[in-house]
């Protein structure tokens, strides 16, 4: 008995059917929604690199539209808090089936934008950890992910939260660059 359940991880643990195994370039759309209030809904654009299901490696930048909201008084009375965010990621493609399971990071800059009688911003150095299944949907790559960003505090006129856990979908045309071969 120990045997087979011995046997029966093993097959679970070995990669996926060969087939799959190539390069391929990645261009494409996100749309994210961030729990701090200073990024909310997010639309941007992606580019990457997935090398033969072993690794993945790609840029994004995304528009955070933010959220407005009353402030005391004194002000002009509506504080708007927003963010632009670039980031390049890396992560280690595992094979789970048709599917790739991408555990990974991200680093780069978050450009706050606060509004309230004048414009100010701040760009902080952040660090994101994510998870990301990447599915083949009729011809493109659907990639749903959830990240953890922790960006530095930026100083601005009013507390804005710089950290805290955003969701997002890829939707990615894959355009296959090289085969690797055994």
Do not use: C, W
Not at 74 to 85: D, E, F, H
Not at 157 to 168: C, D, E, L, S
């Amino acid at each position: 008995m120990k045997r087979a359940l011995g046997f029966a991880a093993l097959m679970a643990a070995l990669p996926a059917h060969a087939l799959a195994q190539h390069g391929e370039v990645q261009l494409g759309v996100v749309a994210s929604y961030g729990a701090p209030s200073s990024l909310r809904q997010g639309v941007g654009v992606v580019a990457g690199v997935a090398m033969g299901r072993l690794l993945y490696v790609g840029v994004r930048g995304v528009h955070h539209v933010g959220t407005t909201r009353a402030v005391a008084a004194g002000a002009s009375g509506n504080l708007s808090n927003g963010a632009q965010v670039l980031l390049a990621d890396i992560g280690l493609m595992i094979p789970v089936g048709p599917l790739e399971v991408v555990p990974g990071i991200a680093l780069g800059a978050m450009r706050f934008r606060q509004r309230d009688t004048e414009t100010t911003h701040a760009t902080k150095f952040v660090a994101a950890a994510g998870l990301s299944i990447q599915a083949r949907v009729a011809g493109l790559v659907v990639v749903p992910e959830v990240q953890y960003y922790a960006a530095r505090h930026p100083h601005l006129a009013y507390p804005t939260p710089h950290r805290g856990v955003v969701a997002a979908v890829r939707v990615v045309f894959p355009f296959e660059v090289r085969r690797i071969r055994y």
